[in-house]
């Protein structure tokens, strides 16, 4: 692709970025799912054969991301989650016995159960998936329909958020 197709479907992307963002966070009622199938969109557009002229932009922006969002759902649909109900993840988060013993061990489990359970939904699900099922993170992505991006952002998230309970706690 030369230098000119490039420059001028990269501004095609520039113009309809934020349209297409606000059109996707409406049907996928996710703003990060929104960008990531923006991003694909776009990378979509880039590699359109360069012999075959874009007469439509616009049209075809919209085209490309809903095709993704198609495939999104239907990924979605073939991924049945594995319930995180509070029995698995109280199951996830036991000591080994011989801690078990010791007062301050069972007071750090609970603390480190009520800050994950402060998370949201999709956060949680991720950093449990990582932490203690050892999902890694392209299975999580996979698992959940969401980029690998997302799940280092979640798992980011989720990691300070229970450091910084327990740094309060020190």
């Known amino acids: 692709m030369d230098n000119q197709l490039a420059a001028e479907r990269f501004a095609l992307f520039r113009e309809y970025y934020d349209e297409l963002v606000r059109y ?39 085209r490309t991301a809903l095709n993704l969002t198609v495939d999104l759902f ?22 080994p016995a011989e801690q078990e013993a010791h007062t301050e061990a069972k007071e750090q489990v609970r ?4 800050a994950v359970m402060e998370l949201p939904t999709r956060c949680r699900q991720v950093f449990l998936l990582h932490k203690f099922k050892d999902y890694s993170q392209a299975e999580i992505a996979s698992r959940l329909g969401i980029s690998i991006s997302m799940v280092e952002k979640h798992v980011l998230k989720a990691t300070a958020f229970c450091r910084e309970r327990f740094k309060d706690l020190s």
């Open 24 to 62: 996707l966070t409406v049907r996928l009622r996710s703003r990060d799912q929104a960008m990531d199938v923006a991003q694909e969109t776009f990378l979509r557009v880039l590699t359109h054969e360069p012999s075959l002229p874009i007469n439509k932009p616009r049209a075809f922006l919209y």
């Open 74 to 95: 239907r990924r979605q649909q073939r991924h049945v989650e594995e319930p995180l109900d509070e029995e698995s993840i109280e199951a996830a988060l036991i000591v």
């Open 111 to 114: 603390l480190l159960y009520e």
